[in-house]
């Protein structure tokens, strides 16, 4: 069974730290999402990896196959960066469906 | 840029009755997906829909459950016999490939 752990389940910051939210997952996968959600409750896909680095403004995601561990970076945080921060992987066996973890709330006090 | 709608935003309904959630994934977008949140939980798989049948389910997904793609541009769930449980936000997905695209998703509230 695949499960996907994040840690930490919450974090509260003061605006401008650096933020590091973890992914570790049990199965060997094909790509994992970084994903974020809102209070209204709306998705929003942040990056999609399958192995390496992506950056995109403030945002930093990197991925360790071996380790089967991936982190989400963010940059000189914001408070309209609070939300909530999931990860989620596709296994290498079945189809593309998404397999989720449980979220990191964070919240950027200003 | 393409996105994934749904509709409506908000469904209340009482248990028992039947209700139909809609979602129009990205035109070339061939892999569709609904996954639901019970609040305060994770988000769950529910069902892959590709090549107009179900391509996995998961054990939700019994035989309360269904999914069709009527036409070209919609995807719909169907629960027959709705019960409180079943009050949850659902989302659908589309894919090309990996990368899956999120709609905005419906609250469902069951009474």
């Known amino acids: ?110 | 840029e393409p996105e994934v709608t749904q509709t409506p935003s908000h469904q209340v309904t009482q248990m028992g009755q039947e209700v139909i959630l809609r979602c129009v994934p990205i035109s070339n977008h061939l892999y569709f997906y609904w996954y639901r949140q019970i609040l305060g939980q994770k988000v769950e798989f529910l069902v892959s829909f590709y090549n107009n049948e179900i391509s996995e389910k998961s054990e939700i997904f019994d035989d309360q459950f269904s999914v069709e793609r009527p036409d070209g541009s919609n995807f719909t769930l169907k629960i027959r016999s709705t019960k409180l449980e079943d009050s949850a936000m659902y989302f659908c997905a589309s894919s090309a490939m990996y990368e899956q695209y999120f709609g905005p998703g419906t609250r469902l509230t069951v009474t």
């Open chain 1, 1 to 110: 069974k695949n499960e996907v752990e994040q840690s930490p389940q919450n974090l509260t910051a003061q605006e401008g730290e650096f933020i590091t939210i973890n992914c570790s997952y049990s199965v060997g996968i094909s790509a994992l999402h970084w994903l974020q959600q809102h209070p209204g409750g709306g998705i929003v896909s942040l990056f999609m990896l399958s192995s390496g680095k992506k950056k995109h403004g403030r945002l930093i995601a990197t991925i360790n196959i071996q380790e089967k561990h991936s982190s989400l970076h963010i940059t000189a945080s914001h408070p309209r960066d609070s939300a909530v921060y999931i990860c989620a992987v596709i296994s290498n066996f079945g189809n593309e469906k998404l397999t989720f973890g449980t979220g990191t709330r964070l919240t950027i006090i200003p």
